[in-house]
């Protein structure tokens, strides 16, 4: 690792403004550990403290990936924040049927989610210092607010509330979310703030949204961003970009041809970081952290997503660990 990221680690040069935080893996814990430990003081575990990949079925709960994640982050130093507890997807299928493949009753999938909570939540509890309760159940399309799912199907809506009621219960001190994506889109912005002013106003225990910020070179404008910021902080809950990178290729883009990044996107990228921080740092009051969804470009979800085969690039870190120059435009404006 070089001496300049060292010497500007990403941790220090925002330690009076919010935590910076990565999503880990089993893989990157060893493969990216001198990287994370010099820059991060935060960790999300990708997706090994998600439904299916620590209770695969309803007598079974497989906690030997969470539990090394956590350690990890114990060892040096980090905190640890949870993702996730209630989502439609990467839950298993036998949470929403009984013994004969039948969907199950309202009462019973409750008392399973309840169940599941009290598990994992109860086992990292005083270890996970925030929750990711409820992800991604607004819906994207025009005119609708909730996004079809088992969940809703079988349980209705305030399946929400009871999932933030049960962390609650099984965690009194944990801060908990509410997590989504294109959170910018003005309308789903709206949809978002519906929802959240909703269990606010059933004194539902909810104490933050997560944005999670899954970007582009191009989108959204920095208009829609600082709009989002201000609309969900006026809400009184603490802000979190819970999954931030910056694709070199917007989400329509199919391109396959490129084995790197060319100078000009990695300009535009720079520019871009550059111009997110800063506005990040300027509602320090409303963000209380700021989450890469990885650590550095040897490994992103989003290769191969949306396009089969193709690499990305979307972290200030090169593929070597080296500092990129988005790292220079989020680290130089104390100069």
Not at 77 to 92: D, E
Not at 138 to 150: M, Q
Not at 252 to 265: F, G, M, S
Request: charged content about 25%.
């Amino acid at each position: 690792m070089s001496s300049i990221s060292k010497l500007l680690a990403l941790r220090s040069v925002y330690k009076d403004y919010f935590d910076i935080g990565a999503a880990v893996n089993l893989t990157t814990i060893e493969s990216q550990k001198e990287l994370l430990t010099a820059h991060y003081n935060s960790v999300t575990a990708e997706n090994d403290m998600k439904f299916e990949s620590v209770h695969p079925s309803e007598e079974a709960y497989t906690f030997e990936a969470a539990d090394k994640i956590a350690d990890f982050a114990a060892a040096n130093g980090m905190k640890l924040r949870g993702h996730t507890l209630v989502w439609h997807n990467q839950t298993p299928d036998w949470v929403f049927q009984n013994a004969n493949g039948a969907p199950v009753d309202r009462e019973t999938l409750l008392a399973r989610m309840k169940s599941h909570i009290d598990t994992v939540v109860g086992r990292y509890k005083g270890i996970v210092y925030c929750w990711d309760v409820v992800n991604e159940v607004i819906e994207d399309k025009s005119g609708v607010w909730l996004r079809e799912s088992k969940w809703l199907n079988l349980a209705g809506e305030d399946f929400i509330a009871k999932a933030f009621e049960y962390a609650h219960a099984a965690d009194p001190k944990a801060l908990l979310f509410y997590n989504d994506y294109n959170e910018c889109n003005p309308e789903k912005r709206d949809k978002i703030i519906r929802l959240v002013q909703s269990l606010q106003a059933k004194q539902v225990p909810i104490h933050g949204i997560g944005l999670q910020g899954h970007w582009n070179l191009n989108g959204p404008s920095l208009a829609e961003i600082r709009e989002a910021i201000e609309r969900y902080a006026a809400t009184g809950l603490k802000l979190q970009v819970t999954e931030l990178d910056i694709s070199v290729f917007d989400h329509d883009d199919k391109r396959t041809d490129l084995t790197e990044p060319t100078a000009d996107l990695l300009e535009r990228q720079a520019e871009r970081y550059g111009q997110v921080f800063e506005l990040f740092r300027e509602y320090k009051e409303a963000i209380t952290a700021v989450t890469f969804w990885g650590a550095a470009d040897d490994y992103t979800w989003l290769d191969n997503f949306p396009v089969h085969g193709r690499k990305n690039w979307p972290f200030v870190f090169d593929a070597k660990h080296e500092p990129k120059a988005s790292f220079g435009k989020i680290t130089d404006w104390q100069k």
